[in-house]
């Protein structure tokens, strides 16, 4: 792929940062976090000098409803060669597995103002996007290396704020609204048409990038080429900061106001080197994105 714009190609985004959630939704908690929303902006801030059209959703506009319905127009309206970027700024959270593929026997979560979408739901989400459609994610939460953990990160410095709903909140929500997140993932399954491989499965297969082939072998042909930058590993937590997260303010830094250069790859080496050994991101690929790795990055 080249890594100059071409003239048919068209970019999408959609940018979500929640400073808080719903205390209905969520036990009475309401996880208030203090960078989120500038982190949407100022992703949105770059895709409109890439020539991307945003839509940007913060805390109370962050809905489920929202979210899906901005996924399923994207996917509608993008063919070959077009791109689409995600990105999400918030806390990751964790609800019961239902379909047994989880190790940890938790599926992986994004803290929606009104409730969690499972990582099970976006997976298949982002499967209903054409062949040829490029799809960048970058997920500044916990939860976000291979979206999967099976043992507890260790505490934050002092006086710092974590990307992550505490397992007593988790377990809390779960069982106050156990039926609606258990027919999410039967809904999932029952859309997909057969037993669902969760997605974890597949990236935690991509321990190297460019192993895009093992991943299709466990979850079947992915049309679309991803990309998932993620904020820290499995074992790790994502800061949140005063005016960025810690992942996204290395970002913003690396980026430079578009005065980068090189390769996806490139990008995620320069963004884990400036942030400390306590929060190391992730780079997976699903789907054919051999060449999309060597693209500039944001290039629609």
Same mark, same amino acid.
């Given at each position: 792929?080249?890594?100059?714009?071409?003239?048919?190609?068209?970019?999408?985004?959609?940018?979500?940062?929640?400073?808080?959630?719903?205390?209905?939704?969520?036990?009475?908690?309401?996880?208030?976090?203090?960078?989120?929303?500038?982190?949407?902006?100022?992703?949105?801030?770059?895709?409109?000098?890439?020539?991307?059209?945003?839509?940007?959703?913060?805390?109370?506009?962050?809905?489920?409803?929202?979210?899906?319905?901005?996924?399923?127009?994207?996917?509608?309206? #993008?063919?070959?060669?077009?791109? !689409?970027?995600?990105?999400?700024?918030?806390?990751?959270?964790?609800?019961?597995?239902?379909?047994?593929?989880?190790?940890?026997?938790?599926?992986?979560?994004?803290?929606? !103002?009104?409730?969690?979408?499972?990582?099970?739901?976006?997976?298949?989400?982002?499967?209903?996007?054409?062949?040829?459609?490029?799809?960048?994610?970058?997920?500044?939460?916990?939860?976000?290396?291979?979206?999967?953990?099976?043992?507890?990160?260790?505490?934050?410095?002092?006086?710092?704020?974590?990307? #992550?709903?505490?397992?007593?909140?988790?377990?809390?929500?779960?069982?106050?609204?156990?039926?609606?997140?258990?027919?999410?993932?039967?809904?999932?399954?029952?859309?997909?048409?057969?037993?669902?491989?969760?997605?974890?499965?597949? #990236?935690?297969?991509?321990?190297?990038?460019?192993?895009?082939?093992?991943?299709?072998?466990?979850?079947?042909?992915?049309?679309?080429?991803?990309?998932?930058?993620?904020?820290?590993?499995?074992?790790?937590?994502?800061?949140?900061?005063?005016?960025?997260?810690?992942?996204?303010?290395? #970002?913003?830094?690396?980026?430079?106001?578009?005065?980068?250069?090189?390769?996806?790859?490139?990008?995620?080496?320069?963004?884990?080197?400036?942030?400390?050994?306590?929060?190391?991101?992730?780079?997976?690929?699903?789907?054919?994105?051999?060449? !999309?790795?060597?693209?500039?990055? !944001?290039?629609?």
């Amino acid at each position: 792929m080249a890594n100059n714009k071409t003239a048919s190609a068209q970019g999408l985004a959609l940018h979500i940062g929640l400073n808080s959630v719903s205390e209905a939704a969520y036990s009475g908690w309401s996880g208030p976090l203090a960078a989120c929303e500038f982190d949407a902006n100022d992703m949105a801030a770059i895709a409109k000098t890439r020539g991307m059209k945003s839509t940007v959703l913060l805390t109370k506009k962050a809905t489920r409803a929202h979210m899906l319905a901005s996924l399923r127009s994207a996917a509608k309206a #993008l063919k070959a060669g077009d791109l !689409f970027l995600l990105t999400y700024s918030g806390h990751g959270g964790q609800v019961p597995d239902l379909n047994g593929d989880e190790a940890d026997k938790k599926d992986e979560t994004w803290c929606l !103002f009104d409730g969690q979408l499972i990582d099970d739901e976006l997976y298949l989400e982002l499967s209903k996007f054409k062949a040829g459609v490029r799809i960048l994610v970058l997920s500044d939460s916990c939860h976000s290396g291979s979206v999967t953990r099976e043992l507890p990160p260790p505490p934050p410095p002092p006086g710092q704020r974590v990307k #992550l709903m505490p397992d007593a909140v988790a377990r809390r929500v779960y069982t106050e609204h156990q039926a609606f997140y258990d027919k999410l993932q039967q809904d999932v399954i029952q859309a997909a048409g057969k037993a669902v491989v969760d997605p974890d499965a597949a #990236l935690a297969a991509l321990a190297q990038v460019g192993a895009a082939a093992h991943a299709t072998t466990l979850v079947g042909s992915f049309r679309p080429a991803v990309i998932l930058i993620s904020g820290c590993q499995d074992n790790q937590t994502s800061m949140d900061g005063e005016h960025n997260g810690a992942f996204t303010e290395a #970002l913003l830094k690396v980026w430079n106001q578009g005065r980068f250069r090189g390769s996806y790859d490139a990008f995620h080496t320069r963004i884990r080197a400036a942030l400390p050994a306590s929060q190391s991101p992730n780079l997976f690929t699903l789907g054919q994105a051999g060449g !999309f790795l060597q693209q500039t990055p !944001f290039t629609v």
